[in-house]
């Protein structure tokens, strides 16, 4: 008989499991005082209809924040899906002398117990992209003369006040006082930069942007504004050609620009800028990576060496006028149907 004896069967020990908190239990701890004020909030933006319950998140650590979700998600639903253009919307909250506070109540003491003044609502486009138009706006003024000019002239002038579009016009202008200290051409510039040495005027001529350039880059119907009295009745007339016209893209092209043109906006919401404004919603090159998108290029750099606004509008409201949030609502809806209708034109153009 071997000396060995037979192991013995062990039995398997339980897994050791380290305790978990619930997803819903907050990650931060929120003074109770600062809480009553955070749930005040909470209250008056959906008394106000600004949101509904279903868009609030079920677990959060920072009220405000969970409010700022709600708010972005039933604008987002307001507006619907968009192919070209991606709006966000912040909030903040403010004293009573319009200083903003921390939700989570960071700061002195002082700062947490500040009880809340009024809500700031604000939207941005969240990631600008280049979007070419110049060969399908040239082939609507190929087949109808004036089409091209009249769609592009739409889009312009009612992006405005709901959401800035960086045309070709603007981008002239831009590099007007960016390059040339707010002259037509780049002659006083070089005069500054070179005086009369023509080899340093010619270098530098090089390595700019030039008023060339820029005619070279866009048709003049393209570079500015119509001037003349009758254009907007031609812009019209070549709209309500098109809407007969065979293709059915171009018919659907001008119904979109004749629905975006009958929109009444104002600029209710234009942001206070102390700065350089880049709030734009996108980039309407001529064609793919052309000069327009130097331009913006410059533009961004320069308005980040300083002070800059990048939102496309803003709005506030006390917290004891529920009202104004109603109104602001009513007032956003046209503004609405103006970013779908901008969407779906850039969409079509940029095909």
Known sequence: MSALAAPRSRARAPALTLPRLSPRVPRTI?????????????????????????????????????CEQAVAHWLQRRIGPLNCLRPG????????????????GGGSCERRSTAYGAVELYWAELRECEW?????????????????????????????????????????????????????DED????MRCGEDEDEREAARAEMVTRSMLDAAYPEWARRWPTGEDAPAQHARALGRATRAADPGIRQIASDAIALSKLLIDDAFRPACDGEYIGFGAVLSWEPGDVTVRI?????????EAEFCDRIGEFAAGLDD???????????????????????LIFQLAV
């Open 30 to 66: 929120v003074p109770l005082p600062l809480a009553a004020v955070n749930a005040k909030l909470s209250r008056f933006l959906l008394d106000a209809g600004v949101f509904e319950e279903v868009d609030v998140p079920e677990a959060f650590d920072d009220s405000l924040r969970a």
């Open 89 to 104: 919307f912040g909030l903040h909250v403010t004293d009573a002398d319009g200083r903003y506070i921390d939700a989570l």
């Open 132 to 184: 070419p138009i110049g060969s399908r706006l040239v082939a609507l003024e190929q087949v109808i003369p004036g089409l091209g000019a009249a769609v592009l002239q739409v889009l312009r002038r009612q992006s405005a006040h709901s959401y800035p579009l960086f045309t070709p016009d603007i981008a002239c202008d831009v590099a007007s006082y960016v390059y040339w200290y707010g002259e037509e």
């Open 188 to 191: 006083v510039a070089l005069d």
């Open 296 to 304: 913006y290029d410059d533009l961004l750099q320069l308005a980040h």
């Open 322 to 344: 529920p009202g104004a949030m109603a109104a602001w609502q009513r007032s956003m809806e046209s503004r609405f149907e103006a970013i779908r209708l901008i969407d779906r």
